[in-house]
């Protein structure tokens, strides 16, 4: 079993700590059936163009909603025990700043504990405050990673202004401010689903054309079975299905994790 990346020195006024969603994904990308795939998809004779993996280049790895930065750090800490190759980039993305700063030291804190075995962890480009995918260009990202917020609520949060162009509420409080920060963590509006709408939306243009897979978590408001079946209106070129499973028999707090890629 690989170590789980400690978020010890995270402070979570601010920041979503990880809970029973973080650890199924962490479950999920290192189980054997998601490493075999992974590791079979970007192993160094690559299937789809025929390449060495010299020839072919390094699979970029992106994690949006990073929080504490305990998955990100995971994926770069054991790139090639999940992936199967160690010459991977990881870049992390999260509307609240405090979260970027907390998964720069997460993944750091995760590397050096994992330093001593050689050639395992991958390189870590950073951490970038912007809303989803924001500035990444298109069909760049090969592996993609969501723990979206899923909760179902009456209405989004505003995102920070750092994120976006338009200004951020005004807060009395500190207590309000931190609260508003996690709140964008959570909060998923309507059947928990507006945020990850979007993403949905965004991924036939950002993942990459031969070998793009998404990872995205989703709660039984979520209507997982309808997601899927929405995703595989996209065409023959892409396919979904559950890889993990957690949590209550009934109710919302079921959560799933659906992986979709290009076939």
């Not at 700590?17 to 490493?35: C, M």
């Not at 700043?97 to 030291?105: D, G, K, V, Y």
């Not at 991958?122 to 989803?132: G, M």
């Amino acid at each position: 079993m690989l170590p789980t990346p400690s978020t010890s020195h995270v402070c979570f006024d601010k920041i979503y700590e990880p809970s029973e969603d973080s650890y199924l994904l962490l479950d999920a990308l290192s189980s054997v059936t998601e490493s075999t795939f992974l590791s079979e998809r970007f192993k160094a004779h690559c299937p789809f163009t025929g390449h060495n993996q010299a020839e072919t280049p390094s699979p970029l790895v992106v994690e949006i909603g990073t929080g504490s930065g305990v998955v990100l750090a995971f994926l770069t800490a054991h790139a090639k025990s999940i992936i199967g190759r160690a010459d991977l980039l990881t870049l992390g993305t999260d509307v609240n700043s405090f979260a970027c700063l907390a998964t720069r030291e997460t993944v750091d804190i995760a590397c050096n504990s994992v330093s001593h075995q050689d050639g395992n962890e991958a390189l870590y480009l950073d951490s970038v405050v912007t809303d989803l995918s924001g500035p990444i260009r298109p069909g760049l990202i090969d592996v993609l990673v969501f723990n979206p917020p899923y909760v179902p609520t009456p209405e989004l949060p505003g995102l920070p202004a750092v994120a976006t162009t338009s200004g951020e509420p005004n807060f009395t409080t500190s207590f309000e401010y931190e609260s508003h920060l996690l709140s964008l963590s959570y909060a998923g509006g309507i059947d928990g689903m507006e945020t990850t709408n979007r993403l949905l939306e965004q991924i036939p243009g950002i993942l990459s054309v031969d070998r793009g897979v998404a990872y995205i978590l989703l709660c039984a408001q979520n209507m997982p079975e309808d997601v899927k079946a929405r995703i595989r209106t996209w065409g023959s070129g892409w396919d979904v299905e559950t890889v993990a499973q957690s949590g209550k028999k009934g109710g919302w707090e079921k959560l799933q994790i659906i992986r979709i890629w290009r076939t």
